[in-house]
């Protein structure tokens, strides 16, 4: 029985590894913006590049991006690699009648993800 335990939870660990991914953020606006990953929330990207890892056995394959509380809003993700905020509030951070886009590629839902704001 103790084995078998064992080896349960030898598999349970390599499932958890075998599923995380990572994004790589490329912000290429002078905004700072805070976004909502899949599985977590409340994640600030600065301009310039970051990195994020996955919540455990949950992959990143969708996330939205949201400046000034929510005011305005991009979801970009697999299956819907492409928004931007044009007819939404514009960021003070931008210039006047300005507009975000986000674009996001991803071979697979298990794959690691690069997202371009620009």
């Known amino acids: ?8 939870l030898a598999l349970t660990g390599t499932g ?9 953020v490329n912000n290429l606006t002078p905004c700072t913006y805070t976004i909502s990953l899949s599985g977590g929330s ?9 990195t994020f890892y996955s919540f455990g056995t949950v ?3 969708a996330i939205k991006i ?3 509380g929510g005011v305005t ?6 299956g819907s690699p492409y928004h931007n905020s ?14 975000y886009t986000a674009s996001w590629a ?11 704001i620009f």
């Open 1 to 8: 029985m103790k084995k078998l335990l064992l080896a349960a």
């Open 59 to 61: 992959n990143i394959t």
């Open 106 to 116: 991803q071979a697979s839902p298990t794959a690691d993800a690069t997202m371009v």
């Open 42 to 50: 409340g994640t600030i990207i600065p301009p310039g590049t970051s």
């Open 16 to 24: 958890i590894a075998a599923e995380a991914n990572m994004l790589t």
């Open 66 to 68: 949201m400046w000034g």
């Open 73 to 78: 809003q991009v979801n970009v993700g697999y």
């Open 86 to 99: 044009i007819g939404q509030p514009t960021p003070t951070c931008l210039a006047p009648g300005g507009f």
